[in-house]
């Protein structure tokens, strides 16, 4: 079964900082971009970082520089890294699967991990 | 950055009736990288169409998509009560991905 399960989730005084990690099984990990996309409550999507198979990375204005994506192939393992959290950081974070076959989309989500910053 | 933005807010329906969802870009997007997703509360999002106008698979085919450049459309011929949910479109372009704010389908 193809599925992705994400942790590290949990709360955070502002300024401090997470590591969040997403388990991949089911499928070849290292063939397929990742991504992880965000959802405050109550709120809509919002993409976060994206890593592709040759390791480049990609980030919104609103974390680069905070945030860090890396993945370890050997252990079908993608991971966030986030420093200097900021209450607008409160959400639940979904890593997600990239694919370009036979489109281009998110195809496979986690279940999602909740991250929330606070004093 | 290309910013979606997605019309209306909330549609109230009845099961069986049709579902027309607007997704406007404020610059052109290629069809290939155009997706729309669907959520229902507590679950995360679910691929429906990719390419702007292919359904992913497992996905009905009263679920279509169309549109280009600007412009797209998430259509649901016969809404099913599980049809009931939030609709977001979403985009790639220029190494960075936006989303839509989100419609929210509701029954009547």
């Known amino acids: 079964e193809v599925q992705l399960v994400e942790s590290g989730g949990g709360l955070v005084q502002p300024g401090g900082s997470l590591r969040l990690s997403c388990a991949a099984s089911g499928f070849t990990f290292s063939s397929y971009d990742m991504h992880w996309v965000r959802q405050a409550t109550g709120k809509g999507l919002e993409w976060v970082s994206a890593i592709g198979t040759a390791g480049d990375t990609y980030y919104p204005g609103s974390v680069k520089g905070r945030f860090t994506i890396s993945r370890e192939n050997a252990k079908n393992s993608l991971y966030l890294q986030m420093n200097s959290l900021r209450a607008g950081d409160t959400a639940v974070y979904y890593c997600a699967r990239f694919t370009a076959t036979p489109g281009y989309g998110m195809d496979v989500w986690g279940q999602g991990t909740t991250v929330t910053v606070s004093s | 950055e290309i910013v979606l933005t997605q019309s209306p807010g909330t549609l109230s329906l009845s099961p069986g009736e049709r579902a027309t969802l607007s997704c406007r870009a404020s610059?052109?997007?290629?069809?290939?990288?155009l997706a729309w997703y669907q959520q229902k509360p507590g679950q995360a999002p679910r691929l429906l169409i990719y390419g702007a106008s292919s359904r992913a698979t497992g996905i009905p085919d009263r679920f279509s998509g169309s549109g280009s450049g600007t412009d797209f459309t998430l259509t649901i011929s016969r809404l099913e009560p599980e049809d009931f949910a939030v609709y977001y479109c979403q985009q790639y372009g220029s190494s960075q991905y936006t989303f839509g704010q989100g419609t929210k389908l509701e029954i009547k």
């Open positions: 610059q052109s997007v290629s069809s290939s990288y």
